[in-house]
C-alpha cells in the first residue's frame, strides 16, 4: 500500500499529464463528492471538468429518515458551495438511493418534491418490494415536476434488475428525455436504447473501461450516451470523464465526443 505521501506524488503526477493533454470541457453526471477532498475538486475542475451532478448517497444505512434529510440539505448547500470554490459547478441531485432506504423515506421523499432540482440517484439494488415501492414514487414526482432523474442498475444481477428497472420507469410515463439509466454495459445498453433513455457510461474499475466506452459509441453512436465516474468515497477514479474524452477524441470527430463528454448532459440537466 502506498503511503499518503506517495499517493499525494502519484495524483500530482496523474494531474500534471491531464493539464498538458489539451482536455476539452467535459460534464462527469455522477460523482458524490462528499467523498472527495478539495485538492482532487480542484483537481477535476482544473483538468477541464466544468459541471458534475453529485447525488445523494449515505454510506450506512442511515437509523432514521432526518439522516437523509440532513444530508441533502448539505449537499444543496455546502457541497454546491464547495463545489464553487474548486471551480467547479455542481448541480445536487436528490432522492433515496436504494441502498439508503429507512423506516420513514416517506419523510425524505417530502423533502425531495419541495426542493429537488435533479433527483438521484435513484434505482434498484435488489429490487425488492420496498425498493420498487421508492423508486416508483421517486418517479411519480419527477414526472410531476418535469425533473430530470439519474437510475441506478447494481452490479449483480445487472441485465435482470435492468429490465427491471426499465419496466418501473415505463409504467411511470415519465418523458424519455428526463431520464438517465445509469452504469450501463455493452450487455445493457440496448435494452435502455430500444426504450429511448440516455445510457450513463460509469468508467471505473469494476463498471466499464475506457476500451468499452470506445466500442459502445462505435456501434451506438453519441446521442444517448453520457460519461461519469461515480467517483466518491474511493482512491484516484475522479478524472475518467477527462481520460476517456482524451480517448475517444483520438479516435472519433471531436464535435461527436463533445456530445457525451458535455453536451448531452447540459440537454439533459438544463444548464
Ligand atoms: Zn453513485
Redesign the pocket.
Known sequence: MPTDNKRLQIWKKFKRNFLNSGSMECFDT?I?SEGKGITELKAMAEAGIKHVIS?A?YPVVPSYSSTLIDMFRKLTSFEVERGKKAGLELIPAVGVHPRCICRGWEKALKWVEENAEVIG?IGLECASDVEVEVLSAHLGIAKKLDLPCIV?TPKNNKLKVTEKVLKIVDASGIGEELVVIDHATPKTVEEILKKGYYAGLTVQPGKISVEEVISIVEKHGFEKFVLNS?T?FNDFEALTVVETANALKEKFDEKDVKKVAIENGKKIFKK
Open positions: 455522477h458524490h447525488c448517497y440517484e441506478h461515480d466518491g
